[in-house]
């Protein structure tokens, strides 16, 4: 038995369900994809039913095509990791509008000089937030973080620990997690000494 012809399958996105796919999905057909799967969820959702489809329809030699790659998700590093995926089953990636496509050598090094650029600006904003943090500690000195959740409700805790509640029902008394309480009250029922 002959295999089947190779396949382009389109992907389209939107963000919110009052948004329209019409767009993209003409983009899709007039560039010849014989199955458009979509999806009408945020890019940083995990669950996309027909982004799921789209991948398990495609085979060995298909072609996954986008309108423009923030369509498959908003992170560059989750870009890169599908396109590694996609490369290890066979399968090309192509975009629209950025004029990427895996299958040329043009495509593959276009798309690795973005993942490239990507990676450099996490690593940026990585420096100078911990630029500005030990900014802040020279400034306030050490141990000026974040007030404890727990700090307001200590003596509601207190109280009712004196009166014999149990560990648990207190957390949820002063509206905390039972792990916030027992880090703060250790023994469960005394405060951690200085």
């Known amino acids: 038995m002959a295999d089947s012809p190779l396949m382009l399958i389109g992907y389209a996105r939107v963000s919110t369900s009052d948004q329209n796919l019409t767009l993209q999905t003409d983009a899709l057909t007039a560039a010849g994809c014989e199955r458009i ?4 969820a945020s890019g940083a959702k995990t669950d996309r039913p ?65 993942a490239s650029i990507a990676e450099m600006e996490r690593e940026l904003i990585r420096e100078r937030t911990m630029a500005g943090l030990l900014a802040a500690r020279r400034k306030n000195g050490p141990g000026r973080g974040r007030k404890s959740v727990l700090t307001p409700k200590r003596a509601t805790a207190m109280k009712l620990l004196a009166a014999g509640d149990r560990p648990r029902d207190v957390a949820e008394a002063i509206g905390v997690s039972v792990a916030t309480f027992y880090r703060h009250f250790p023994a469960g029922g005394s405060e951690p000494g200085p």
């Open 37 to 40: 799967c979509s999806d009408k």
């Open 50 to 114: 027909g982004l799921s489809e789209a991948l398990n329809v495609a085979r060995r030699g298909d072609t996954l095509v986008v309108w423009k790659l923030d369509r498959l998700g908003r992170s560059m590093k989750g870009l890169v990791e599908l396109a590694a995926d996609l490369a290890t089953r066979g399968i090309e990636l192509r975009s629209l509008t950025d004029g990427i496509d895996t299958a040329t050598p043009t495509g593959r090094l276009l798309f690795h000089i973005l």
